[in-house]
């Protein structure tokens, strides 16, 4: 990428210096606000967020029993740009801002952003996006919860660079981004690969040893097969035994079994799931314990 010819301050603190010939407007110049509720009824499916993009909520069950709740959501059009402004002083991990895919509809509490005619909304919403990584948005909003409208955003300054640079900066992420993808999947699929390879070493070693040469036998399990002649076969209840001692009383330190990190320490500052009233029943954890 080369430098531009000459640069001047853009005069928003978070962006810097600009190329000289980019303007500066306002959010309410490229985009009007979009209130449009599903009254009646045009829209049954509804979109939510998914890390940064709008894809369909797929309720379950009989969809007209949500009828009254839908003809309450906005209808959101095709490029619309939708930004989640609510509780802005907690970091979600779902992203606040996504251009949306098709015609449909989404809750209203959402600020929803249809653009005004010869504004590339691909563009402005990896402007938006680049606000929401920086966290520009949770210097806005009001109230105990920090909740950004539009009657606010519609103030804040944008740059504005010429159509056709706003279009190949589009193309430039759009090629990038694809370039990653492909990077990731290959690297996802060469971890894939060692994980496998991993687990086939794991289950080579224990059920037929270290030695290679060792004479084999049938061990009569199906799922194991030949075993080393001198190994033993025994049953669970021979090996093992049931723990089942209750916490009572006794302080505890709560575990839980994650997928991919095995026994962890359960974080509860984040009040995150469900949790009884007390712990009493649950049963106690030594080391070592399966």
Do not use: C
């Amino acid at each position: 990428m080369k430098p531009y010819s000459s640069y001047k301050d853009s005069g928003i603190a978070w962006i810097g210096q600009i190329p000289s010939h980019w303007d500066v407007s306002r959010v309410a110049s490229l985009y009007t606000e979009n209130t449009s509720k599903n009254t009646d009824n045009e829209f049954a499916f509804a979109m939510r967020f998914n890390y940064g993009t709008l894809v369909d909520k797929n309720e379950t069950g009989d969809v007209s029993d949500l009828k009254d709740t839908y003809s309450a959501y906005t209808k959101v059009k095709k490029n619309d740009v939708v930004i989640n402004g609510l509780n802005l002083n907690y970091d979600f991990n779902s992203l606040r801002v996504a251009i949306s895919p098709k015609d449909g509809i989404i809750t209203s509490a959402y600020i929803i952003m249809t653009p005004r005619p010869g504004t590339n909304s691909t563009y402005y919403n990896y402007l938006f996006k680049s606000m929401d990584s920086r966290k520009i948005f949770h210097g806005m909003g009001t109230g105990i919860r920090l909740t950004l409208s539009f009657a606010e955003l519609k103030k804040q300054a944008l740059i504005i660079p010429p159509v056709d640079e706003q279009e190949a900066i589009v193309r430039f992420i759009t090629e990038k981004s694809e370039k990653i993808d492909r990077y990731i999947a290959e690297q996802e699929r060469l971890l894939a690969t060692l994980d496998e390879l991993r687990q086939a070493e794991i289950a080579r070693a224990v059920t037929r040893g270290l030695n290679p040469d060792a004479p084999l036998r049938d061990s009569g399990i199906d799922w194991i097969g030949s075993i080393p002649a001198h190994w033993e076969k025994r049953r669970y209840k021979d090996i093992l035994s049931s723990e089942d001692e209750k916490v009572g009383d006794n302080p505890i330190t709560l575990l839980s079994l994650s997928k991919n990190g095995g026994i962890i320490i359960r974080d509860l500052s984040e009040n995150k799931g469900k949790f009884p009233k007390d712990f009493a029943t649950y049963k106690i954890v030594r080391p070592g314990n399966l």
